[in-house]
């Protein structure tokens, strides 16, 4: 049962149990989300108008009552510990794209380098949503009713503030690694870059060159050659004065001003993904990330053990 200020009754059942161990946000106050990406995500979450549940789930978030957060396609579980001795299962559900969506998605990844080389860096080119939605495949929620929402609490509010802490901790995943968004969504990241990987090496042309006669030299045959190699197709060994130029010629056109890719220090652990449980799990993804941060910024000498 809901009251007129968007609530429920069960807003004051009781204070949440203190628990050891779980999953705090990073953020301790403020906007919670760094990324473009878990922005974006939140920001549709609260145009939705989900009135104070919101609050109190990012009370939640921040206080460490999400024990445990799972994502896979079509699909986030988490355990939430709230009033009760048990902690409560929290399901919510987004539709995973089919394969043949995904074909068309990563065909026009694969056709632009750029985008190739942010997903090799972990990152999300902001471009990425446009991309999603000309090829019908919205990437994030347009509507609350895209998403399937279930706790096992006594609140009948949707989202109760159980689920509004998984929404919460799931924009930080997001931040921590951007291809867990993507996993939502149907695709993991290893199946994404071999995909793009499989397609761009399909795409590259292959120019035949007819290799040197002589000793050693299998004549006639012919063999790929690519980069600078394509431009010096059919030179001779000495060649005129007038095609000397040639040489410095790029194999491909190049832009006025080359795109930059900004990599920050935590590249590393967004390439590598989070830990599990047993070596440190997100609190150790926190911990490394604060180091990077210090010996980016040269101070490793300092006597702060962070």
């Known amino acids: 049962m809901t009251t007129p200020d968007g609530g429920?009754?069960?807003a004051e059942?009781?204070?949440p149990r203190r628990v050891e161990g779980g999953l705090k946000a990073r953020s301790t106050r403020g906007a919670i989300g760094r990324s473009w990406w878990s922005r974006r995500f939140l920001e549709v979450l609260e145009s939705f108008a989900l009135g104070t549940r919101l609050t109190r789930g990012r009370a939640y978030a921040r206080r460490g009552q999400v024990l445990r957060l799972d994502v896979a396609p079509g699909l986030v579980t988490a355990s939430v510990q709230g009033s009760r001795p048990d902690p409560y299962p929290v399901?919510?559900?987004l539709a995973a794209y089919p394969d043949g969506v995904w074909e068309r998605v990563e065909g026009e990844l694969a056709g632009q380098a750029f985008f190739s080389a942010r997903l090799l860096a972990g990152d999300l080119p902001a471009e990425l949503e446009e991309l999603f939605a000309a090829a019908g495949a919205p990437l994030f929620p347009a509507a609350v009713g895209e998403l399937d929402q279930r706790c096992g609490c006594p609140d009948f509010a949707v989202p109760c503030k159980?689920?509004?802490a998984t929404f919460y901790l799931l924009a930080e995943a997001f931040d921590a690694d951007p291809f867990q968004l993507l996993h939502w969504r149907g695709r993991s990241r290893g199946e994404l870059l071999d995909r793009l990987r499989t397609l761009r090496g399909a795409a590259a042309p292959a120019v035949p060159v007819v290799a040197p006669d002589g000793p050693g030299a299998d004549?006639?045959?012919a063999r790929p050659v690519a980069g600078a190699g394509r431009v010096l197709v059919g030179l001779p060994a000495v060649p005129p004065d007038e095609e000397v130029d040639r040489f410095w010629v790029s194999p491909v056109a190049l832009p006025d001003r080359p795109p930059t890719l900004?990599?920050?220090p935590e590249l590393l652990l967004r390439?590598?993904?989070p830990p599990g449980a047993a070596i440190g799990g997100p609190g150790l993804v926190e911990r490394l990330r604060r180091a990077y941060r210090v010996f980016g910024r040269g101070e490793a000498g300092s006597d702060d053990p962070g």
Do not use: K, M, N, V
């Open 8 to 10: 429920s009754r069960f």
């Open 13 to 15: 059942f009781g204070p």
């Open 91 to 93: 399901r919510i559900g």
């Open 162 to 164: 159980h689920l509004a």
């Open 219 to 221: 004549s006639g045959r």
């Open 262 to 264: 900004a990599t920050g």
């Open 271 to 273: 390439q590598l993904g």
